[in-house]
């Protein structure tokens, strides 16, 4: 039965993630790409803009909400 409750959450959240690693960013739950260039990627999520910076940039993997975005990442602000 936990584990069902587990899945019931995870599958209800829609408030968005950011998971950094070193060289990735997985981000979760996100709305729309406004921006991409090999230096910038900008975000929505939540009515909050999300931007990485660094060099190389690459959407390495995209689903429907989940982005994944490697390369050389030097700044993430969020506004």
């Keep these: 039965m936990k584990l069902i409750s587990k899945l019931d959450r995870y599958l209800e959240n829609k408030n968005y993630e950011l998971i950094i690693k070193e060289n990735k960013i997985n981000i979760i739950n996100f709305q729309e790409i406004i921006d991409f260039s090999v230096n910038k990627i900008s975000l929505r999520c ?18 429907d909400e989940e982005i994944l975005i490697t390369g050389i ?6 506004n």
Excluded: F, P, V
Excluded at 51 to 59: A, H, T
Excluded at 73 to 78: D, L, Q, V
């Design 73 to 78: 990442i030097t700044n993430i602000r969020i």
């Design 46 to 63: 939540d009515n909050k803009i999300i931007n990485i910076e660094g060099k190389n940039l690459i959407i390495a993997k995209m689903l």
